[in-house]
């Protein structure tokens, strides 16, 4: 018997091993889309309007935006150890509940003190959830279908983040900016809605807690070596790109006069097209090796990368805006390969402290990539890209090519 996970292709593994991923997926879902949600209003609510913002405003939102980043870099191993000793569930849970506590005060203020305050817990919490369940998904799956499951997972959390990006994006348009604060209402019910499908979902599952009497630097010394890192470090650089263009896209676009509404349209079709190619890119890792699928992805970065300075030179003509949707594809496989190889190398018994690295690196990259590219929109305007660009494609170039230059990531054929 197997299940199947929301909107994504069936999973080959037993239901007492599927129904703890459904759980995870469900939570992964709601978490991101809230966090998607707020991402897409959050330069409009701190500043107060929706268009046209200075670059003192533009620099201001992009401090306050970089707090959950932030937040979640500087606690995201310490959650990872928590589950590992601990137990998934715990840690998971009560993230989520975090989260949602943290969304209902945001929707009370507009102090970018107390929202940077606000979104620094809301890193913690956000970085407590993602370690927990990678480690879920890593203790569920063999190397046969991992990347398969991984590809699930990335599916649900990409689709969350760019639906909840959307929903945040027509409701920029749809209600006025004194309104604001109920799209993170929003968020908090979506997360309460997560806790309790997961909570059915996982009910009579045991939690995984596989090192109880291992002190937490020993967790960190094992899940700190050369290969992780090497799995892990591309993320940074792919998380400062996306990082910056989820918090300065939506007022950007709204000043150069497209409509919200087609746009948001335009996005939530994307979300739509990640659950469809991600099982498939994970279920190829499984078959063909992380390594080519992760080197794919990279290509498809560097790509995007290259359009996208070009579209900024020469203006959106049609040509580059459908050679940047076509290189948004291979792009798309790096995930699940990455997001596979890296639970293949990591211990068993500080599995969820390895899953976490991935955490601190896309936290990272959120936050070195909004403080680049708010303080080189700032002092250059849009050229300032530029160097923005080049810096991260530069990056994939070289860790690719170290990646190749390792042995390959232990893999066995899908089955």
Do not use: C, K
């Not at 292709?9 to 949600?37: H, K, M, N, Q, W």
């Not at 939102?61 to 998934?88: C, I, K, Q």
Request: aromatic share 10%; glycine share 12%.
């Amino acid at each position: 018997m197997t299940a199947a996970g929301p909107g994504t292709a069936e999973s080959p593994l037993p239901a007492d091993a599927a129904r703890p991923l459904l759980a995870v997926f469900s939570a992964t879902f709601y978490v991101r889309f809230a966090f998607g949600i707020t991402v897409a209003v959050f330069a409009s609510y701190v500043t107060g309007h929706s268009s046209g913002l200075s670059a003192q405003q533009f620099g201001t939102a992009g401090v306050v935006s970089a707090m959950a980043p932030l937040g979640e870099f500087a606690t995201v191993l310490l959650s990872g150890a928590a589950a590992d000793r601990w137990g998934r569930y715990r840690v998971l849970f009560a993230g989520m509940a975090a989260a949602a506590v943290v969304f209902v005060f945001v929707a009370t203020t507009r102090s970018p003190v107390a929202l940077g305050a606000a979104n620094f817990i809301f890193g913690i919490a956000s970085g407590a959830i993602l370690a927990s369940s990678l480690a879920v998904i890593a203790d569920r799956s063999g190397a046969g279908e991992r990347g398969f499951e991984m590809g699930r997972f990335d599916a649900v959390n990409l689709s969350g983040w760019v639906g909840g990006f959307a929903f945040g994006f027509w409701m920029l348009a749809a209600i006025p900016n004194a309104s604001l604060g109920a799209t993170f209402v929003a968020g908090a019910a979506a997360l309460l809605a997560g806790i309790a499908i997961a909570s059915v979902l996982v009910r009579g599952s045991r939690s995984a807690g596989r090192s109880a009497r291992s002190p937490v630097t020993d967790l960190l010394r094992r899940a700190f070596r050369a290969r992780v890192l090497l799995v892990t470090l591309p993320w940074t650089a792919i998380y400062a790109l996306i990082g910056a263009a989820l918090v300065f896209l939506a007022p950007a676009a709204i000043g150069a006069g497209l409509a919200p509404r087609y746009v948001a349209l335009a996005i939530a079709g994307g979300g739509a097209a990640l659950v469809v190619t991600q099982p498939l890119y994970g279920r190829a890792a499984d078959r063909f090796g992380r390594r080519a699928l992760m080197s794919v992805g990279a290509a498809g970065f560097v790509s995007l990368l290259l359009l996208a300075s070009l579209a900024i030179a020469f203006g959106p003509a049609l040509p580059l805006v459908a050679g940047i949707g076509v290189s948004i594809l291979p792009a798309l496989a790096y995930g699940p390969a990455a997001l596979a190889a890296l639970a293949d190398v990591a211990e068993e018994i500080s599995r969820a402290t390895t899953m976490a690295i991935y955490s601190f690196m896309i936290s990272l990259g959120m936050a070195v990539g909004l403080a680049a590219a708010g303080g080189l929109v700032a002092a250059f305007g849009d050229p300032g890209l530029y160097p923005f660009f080049g810096g991260i494609a530069v990056t994939l170039v070289v860790l690719t090519a170290l990646q190749w230059g390792r042995a390959p990531t232990p893999t066995t054929p899908a089955r």
